[in-house]
């Protein structure tokens, strides 16, 4: 696990002067965090490449950056590849000699004997990486299929700058920081800020499955290396390690089998470490679910989780309940108010993109909490409820698709939204009356953006009226749901159904944008690796073939990995309905955080950016404080953008 940046001219092929080889330290000190034990740099005619590492395989060698076997190819990564030793068996069958024992190695070593969508093909596992061959002066990026791990790009001037953080390529100085009006509004409307785009201008994020091209002319050309298909057909099917069920046997049981097996062999091919491993473990279905099958096949297992004390907010005990069961060494601790400011302070010092999603804040605790601890991988359960239909907004899309189109319904829902909106509101976490408000909103709208809307903060509309009139006129035609409706629209090509191109739309987009950023840089900013069993990408695409009922069944989501693993976990984790790892924010924001509210965007603040109408960020503060609604989201992604665009990484910072 590490981090990587660097920079490309190819139409200038001088070697590095002074002043790049000094951005070039200043880029890889800026990703620090993510690579502490050590660091290691390459250039040559016109490509500068730098990595951080965190040494987890291998720990004595594998230094970055690795050299292919002719000497020509030069490699920085970042993740890991877990079936490293099966792709080096073939590359050692076919004459290639190792000098270490980790997975960077073989990514020079496979290119020189496949070519990269060979290579690519080939890997199981989360990276990012960058790979210069000298012999044809081209440089190759490459993501993973799901984008677990992060790769920025940009270009300015000829010069291609690239690297894990946003932050890594603000030190050179071709990269310029201007906020991007479309990128904006879709933050606004999403809480992130959705690949392939960048808040700033001239920079976007490499796509999940794709890797970019840039020839020695400096043009480029970015490539998909990776579909998933939805498909009940057999014959395709490339792991023959994990069996499908024999045709025509699509029954519950055999399912529920098959998914097991594949869920186990995603844990056993993520265990591979030498240093302590442990799992992060919520109490619902999915981190119970791992942890589960990992106490089966780690001795002594290391459990961690953090208790809220809002007890609406609170699932402590779930999470010892499982830990009991299964047997795991279990750490908890209680994030409060009081713990805000230190999670809020960090949480500035590294996200150089504005994010929204206020569980970052929790989870930068508890990862903190675990390599406190003394472990430095965890396993996680990320991607269930995409993979297998868990959150209700599924089952509300069902209800809205029914609905849509019935005479006189638009209108009743109309009245029924503005009925609701007169009611006091609560602020716990996910009541009945926010419930009704959030589906009342989004219900008219196409499948897209009904997801967009139900989990996102503002509306389209009220984007519209917070966004300054010049700042509106500059947003693009497709903000903010350009990307959105191409990703549902993509899945439906790929043979999915209703309910499969919502699932894809969240893997591809909340899942890739939002949680898995918010992992990543949480745990990253703590020298800590995650990692993800439910995205191992045979379990994915056989997720793609199981049948859509055996996800969604009734009312029930994930019904058929609940069936599956409910022997392994103790009574009631399988039936209790999803919480989400939430915190308290509309509470919070009317008590021991008011003062930080008004001082941040009240005032004229927000207005002064250039970019907010201060009336309308007034209309949105008075009302949430006055409790006449509940405005946590819009405020908390509204407070986010605030603190990144005064900080060190927005536009008038340093860092």
Excluded at 78 to 84: L, P, Q, S, T
Excluded at 330 to 338: E, L
Excluded at 388 to 400: C, D, H, K, V
Excluded at 531 to 558: C, M, W
Aim: glycine share 10%; proline share 6%.
């Amino acid at each position: 696990m590490c981090g990587l940046t660097g920079f490309f001219r190819p139409r200038e092929r001088a070697p590095l002067t002074h002043d790049e080889r000094a951005a070039l330290r200043a880029m890889n000190a800026a990703i620090t965090h993510r690579g502490p034990d050590e660091d290691g740099f390459f250039d040559g005619p016109g490509i500068g490449l730098a990595a951080r590492r965190l040494s987890i395989i291998d720990v004595a060698a594998s230094h970055q950056p690795q050299v292919g076997p002719s000497g020509r190819t030069v490699c920085v990564f970042n993740g890991e590849i877990y079936n490293f030793r099966a792709v080096r068996d073939e590359l050692i069958g076919l004459g290639h000699t190792f000098t270490t024992d980790g997975d960077t190695e073989v990514l020079p070593h496979g290119y020189e004997a496949w070519g990269m969508e060979g290579l690519l093909g080939r890997l199981n596992g989360m990276f990012a990486f960058a790979l210069y061959d000298g012999r044809s002066h081209e440089l190759f990026l490459a993501r993973d299929r799901f984008g677990i791990k992060p790769l920025y790009v940009g270009e300015f001037g000829g010069t291609w700058v690239f690297g894990s953080e946003l932050k890594s390529l603000l030190p050179h100085p071709a990269v310029r920081r201007e906020v991007d009006a479309g990128s904006l509004a879709r933050y606004l409307v999403l809480e992130y800020v959705p690949s392939p785009r960048s808040i700033y201008r001239g920079i976007h994020k490499l796509e999940p499955a794709h890797y970019l091209r840039v020839g020695p002319d400096g043009s480029s050309s970015s490539h998909r290396w990776w579909t998933l298909r939805y498909t009940r057909d057999r014959d395709d099917w490339h792991h023959p390690e994990i069996p499908l069920p024999k045709r025509g046997d699509d029954t519950y049981t055999d399912w529920s089998h098959r998914l097991l097996f594949a869920l186990r062999e995603a844990v056993r091919a993520r265990l591979v470490s030498e240093v302590p491993i442990g799992a992060l473990l919520s109490g619902g279905v999915d981190s119970s679910a791992i942890s589960a099958l990992m106490s089966e096949l780690v001795p002594d297992l290391r459990t961690f989780s953090i208790a809220f004390d809002e007890q609406s907010f609170d699932e402590s005990s779930w999470s010892q309940s499982v830990a009991r069961h299964i047997g795991s060494r279990h750490t908890s601790r209680v994030f409060g108010a009081a713990d805000f400011t230190d999670a809020l302070n960090a949480v500035r010092g590294f996200l150089d993109e504005p994010f929204g999603d206020a569980s970052i804040l929790p989870t930068w605790f508890l990862s903190r909490m675990v390599k406190e601890e003394g472990v430095t991988v965890v396993l996680t359960g990320d991607g269930a409820d995409e993979l297998f239909a868990g959150y209700p907004t599924y089952l509300a899309q069902s209800m809205a698709q029914r609905v849509q189109g019935v005479r006189g319904v638009g209108r009743l829902m109309r009245g029924g939204a503005r009925l609701l909106d007169r009611l006091p509101s609560s602020y716990e976490n996910v009541t009945p009356d926010y419930m009704a408000r959030r589906f009342l909103a989004g219900a008219s709208l196409s499948p897209a953006r009904r997801q967009a809307s139900w989990l996102g903060a503002f509306l389209e509309p009220e984007m519209a009226r917070v966004l300054h009139p010049d700042v509106l006129a500059a947003v693009d035609e497709a903000a903010p749901f350009g990307e959105l409706e191409a990703h549902h629209a993509y899945a439906g090509e790929q043979g999915g159904d209703f309910l499969e191109r919502l699932t894809w739309l969240d893997l591809r987009t909340y899942m890739g944008d939002d949680i898995l950023v918010k992992v990543d840089r949480a745990s990253m900013a703590n020298s800590l690796e995650a990692r993800t069993p439910f995205l191992d990408h045979r379990l994915v695409e056989l997720s793609a073939r199981i049948p859509p009922y055996l996800k969604l069944n009734g009312r029930q989501g994930k019904y058929i990995l609940k069936r599956a693993i409910r022997p392994r976990l103790p009574s009631g984790v399988v039936e209790r309905s999803k919480k989400g790892f939430g915190m308290p924010v509309a509470r919070w924001l009317h008590g021991p955080w008011r003062d930080l509210l008004l001082d941040t965007l009240s005032g004229g603040r927000a207005g002064a950016t250039g970019l907010f109408v201060q009336a309308e960020v007034d209309r949105l503060v008075d009302e949430h404080l006055s409790g006449r609604r509940d405005r946590r989201k819009p405020l908390w992604t509204l407070l986010m953008f605030l603190w990144w665009h005064e900080g060190a990484f927005g536009p008038g910072g340093r860092g």
